[in-house]
């Protein structure tokens, strides 16, 4: 599915390449860990996207939530996690940092007290960065926030055809609104991957969902993703599947198209993310999730982001620990894309 972990000459040309040529994170043999700025991956903090071809992004927005809010709070935290994060990844032998120019381009502005003023603003950032070439790593926030990052990157012409998408997710997210559920509001997470397929952001008919388990509100609960063709990977499926055939089918979907991978943290299961809104028994583990993400390594990738992590749930961390190795994961495919497409 991936290749061996890089040998010990080859992580010494990798350093030495990154020092010369792009950022990486700020190593010390004492103060690299636990001194200094929190940004993300303790890389720099810049604020001109210009050089750029990776922003790792906060989006402190959790304003589309409806229960247990809090998730606003989780940039600062998977920052201050991130300081464990290192250089090489050792099952795929991607050294993300030698292949492109990456930093923490902060956080996008937030307004709790606008949601709908904030939603657009979120959405010019986003068309900010891709205007610029920048693709993005995001750290939520809820899961509100690939509506936004797709609109923004599509209002750039960055979209030339909807993406496929990667989404793990306990929960569907293709909700319609209605009096009983969100009183008429559209926009939130239980909506996003609806309006994304109705908008034209994400073709249906190459995204996978994994790790769906949630109980819902009726049986025709999830008929829009079934009607639109999204092939939906239920956690008890996933049990049959395993990891290897899960990644088959991403890929046989995914062909040599743009992707785009979401994960919200409560497709893991609560004992490997208990910092989370709506947290769901009987999920993924964290091995199964680095064997899908290495399993896609080559994929055509355009962005990612990593939502719903709720630091008020989970103050030892680990959930924000979690999140950040998952956006390295993240980083390793997106970095060797990007290279790709510079080449």
């Known amino acids: 599915m991936y290749g061996r972990g890089p040998s010990r000459l080859h992580c010494r040309l990798v350093r030495e390449d990154c020092l010369s040529t792009f950022n990486e994170p700020a190593i010390g043999t004492y103060h690299g860990k636990f001194s200094g700025i929190s940004t993300m991956m303790r890389l720099p903090h810049v604020t001109n996207p210009d050089g750029l071809d990776i922003a790792l992004v906060g989006v402190p927005y959790d304003m589309g939530t409806f229960v247990r809010p809090g998730a606003r709070m989780a940039p600062a935290q998977i920052r201050d996690m991130s300081r464990f994060i290192r250089n ?5 032998g991607v ?3 030698t292949l492109c120019q990456v930093a923490d381009f ?12 904030t939603i657009e603003k979120v959405t010019v ?3 900010i960065l891709a205007h610029a070439g920048v693709a993005p790593i995001s750290a939520g926030g809820d899961h509100t926030i690939p509506l936004m990052i797709l609109r923004g990157m599509r209002r750039a012409g960055r979209l030339d055809a909807p993406v496929g998408m990667i989404h793990v997710d306990a929960h569907a997210d293709v909700l319609r609104t209605n009096a009983d559920v969100f009183e008429g509001v559209e926009v939130n997470h239980g909506t996003f991957m609806r309006l994304a397929v109705e908008e034209g952001l994400v073709d249906p008919k190459r995204t996978v969902q994994i790790g769906l388990r949630g109980s819902q509100y009726s049986h025709d609960a999830n008929d ?3 009607d639109a063709g999204i092939r939906m990977i239920y956690q008890h499926e996933f049990e049959e599947l395993g990891p290897k055939r899960t990644v088959a089918e991403i890929r046989a979907r995914a062909g040599d198209g743009a992707m785009y991978c979401s994960i919200d943290v409560d497709g ?3 004992t490997v993310c208990p910092g989370t809104g709506f947290p769901e028994p009987g999920g993924l583990t964290m091995r199964e999730m680095q064997q899908i993400l290495r399993g896609c390594q080559g994929l055509d990738l355009v962005g990612a982001d990593v939502c719903e992590v709720n630091p008020s749930l989970d103050p030892s961390g680990n959930t924000a620990l979690v999140a950040a190795n998952l956006m390295f994961e993240q980083l390793c495919i ?4 990007v290279s790709k497409r510079r080449a």
């Open 88 to 92: 090489v990844n050792p099952a795929t």
């Open 95 to 97: 050294a993300p940092f």
């Open 106 to 117: 902060g956080d996008a502005p937030v307004n709790p007290m606008n949601v709908e003023g």
């Open 125 to 127: 950032f986003f068309e």
């Open 224 to 226: 829009f993703a079934v």
């Open 268 to 270: 893991l299961d609560p």
């Open 334 to 337: 997106l970095a060797e894309a």
